[in-house]
């Protein structure tokens, strides 16, 4: 009984330990929702929500989750995103500002930088800041060199290792010392005359240093150091690309495995596995492979990966290149609110769909509905609108109103609903577009806005009117 009452306080101990709080102002969001994401890999950069809150009135907010290790943490409010590094048993007092000083302002969107208050020097963010304006301070002293005299840019690189192995020697954080030999190995990739070859940064850097897959600077060398691996094998060995060629033809993950094993850079077996779901991944667009193949491969490592790691990113990428690519069957949705019928999916399977998600409160609705409206009066014969909006942005009378004149339905959805993940609704305004058969023509679609290219919907929709008119 006693060892049974230990355990317990144990673990009560450890999920006290574990608990994360970030508190802050934000002044330009009072009540706007404030949402924390942890990122489940950095191959797929896919986000899971773990914390959401509302901005006071006098504009502070609370954000409290768990964290048994140090990891990034993305915050977005109302379009706008920043990040901060958490450890475990830390609390954080920041600032999310509406912008950053030196940007220009996006009605869309902007990354912005958290600002800290009272961190603690031994805390992650100070560290991690700290160095990196060190590395920019180096860089934007030597970098002009590398051109004019490479063999003094060699050297200046060699004391600046010198001083930062140095400096650091006493830190216990493997999470820091990591993030400083990796961005260290990123500057080794700036071509210089002294640059080691390929196999030599495989045995220096990644050979006997474990996989960090919660380490951003770590996972950003690996993806750098074997991209475009098909394209590459294709150059360099024959034997072991018509293998791998092979193995994706009989949808064999083992026979890619023991094709990849003759490559020098790819002996240790969690990062050849790793290599190979990001490689499959890469190539499902090259038009080189059977893409039927490549995501029966990807769900079957998803299920049966040797490492779990592994499997979680496997599923991940499955998952990113197959859920909205053109083509695809769209995710089916259930759209539901006050004084309107319930509908999914199957219910607009008469007509092209064209899922319009935005922000009722945002100015640069108003400039889009003028011209959707346009649009529907054109197009609402063959093509069905939809809108959908968060139901907190809908408390003003504004926001109200501007729904209510809208002439197509307008559903109001709780962030719980899983359409906006399914659809990867990260930002507003966004844009899908569904054929009658419930398959996806583009996601994001275009909009009625110009974007860079000068390209609208309206073109889309001629074509799409133009030939459902001519089978009827």
Not at 211 to 231: C, D, H, W
Request: proline share 3%; glycine share 4%.
């Amino acid at each position: 009984m006693q060892k049974l009452i230990l355990l317990v306080l144990l673990f009560s101990f450890l999920d006290v330990s574990a608990q994360i709080e970030v508190k802050g102002n934000a002044n330009a969001y009072v009540g706007k929702t404030i949402q924390a994401f942890k990122i489940l890999d950095f191959f797929s950069n896919k986000e899971e929500l773990i914390a959401t809150t509302t901005v006071n009135a006098d504009s502070t907010f609370s954000l409290y989750f768990e964290s048994l290790l140090t990891q990034k943490i993305i915050i977005r409010s109302n379009n706008n995103v920043g990040f901060l590094l958490v450890q475990p048993n830390a609390n954080y007092s920041v600032n999310f500002p509406e912008k950053d000083n030196y940007m220009a302002f996006r009605p869309d969107g902007n990354q912005v930088e958290i600002g800290f208050y009272d961190l603690d020097s031994n805390d992650i963010n100070y560290k991690v800041l700290g160095f990196q304006r060190w590395v920019d301070h180096f860089l934007g002293n030597n970098y002009h060199i590398k051109s004019l005299n490479p063999t003094d840019f060699v050297n200046s690189l060699d004391r600046f290792k010198e001083r930062v192995e140095k400096a650091y020697i006493n830190d216990t954080s493997t999470y820091f010392k990591t993030h400083i030999l990796f961005t260290m190995a990123g500057l080794d990739n700036i071509t210089h005359a002294a640059e080691r070859n390929r196999n030599e940064k495989h045995d220096f850097y990644l050979k006997y240093n474990p996989v960090s897959y919660r380490n951003e600077a770590y996972m950003t060398y690996i993806k750098g150091f074997y991209q475009q691996l098909m394209p590459r094998l294709s150059n360099t060995s024959n034997n072991t690309n018509e293998a791998v060629y092979n193995g994706i033809l009989r949808s064999s993950p083992t026979l890619i495995m023991k094709a990849l094993g003759s490559e020098h850079t790819l002996m240790n077996l969690r990062i050849r596995e790793l290599v190979m779901i990001n490689a499959l991944t890469e190539s499902y667009n090259s038009g080189e492979y059977p893409q039927t193949n490549i995501r029966t491969i990807l769900d079957s490592l998803s299920n049966r990966c040797l490492f779990k790691e592994n499997a979680i990113i496997a599923k991940n990428m499955k998952e990113l290149i197959s859920q909205l690519n053109s083509g695809v069957a769209a995710p089916n949705f259930v759209l539901m609110s006050d004084s309107k019928k319930t509908k999914t999916k199957v219910d607009f399977l008469s007509k092209y769909l064209y899922l319009y998600f935005f922000d009722p409160e945002s100015t640069k609705t108003e400039e889009e509905l003028v011209l959707l409206i346009d649009l529907y009066k054109k197009y609402a014969k063959n093509i069905e609108f939809v809108g959908v909006v968060k139901e907190e942005s809908v408390r003003s009378e504004k926001a109200r109103a501007l729904i209510s004149n809208t002439p197509w339905s307008v559903y109001s959805l709780p962030e719980s609903n899983s359409i906006w993940n399914n659809y990867n609704v990260v930002a507003l305004p966004n844009f899908t577009l569904i054929d009658i058969e419930g398959y996806i023509v583009a996601s994001p679609a275009l909009g009625p806005l110009p974007n860079g290219s000068n390209s609208t919907i309206d073109k889309t929709f001629f074509f799409i009117n133009k030939a459902m008119s001519e089978e009827n």
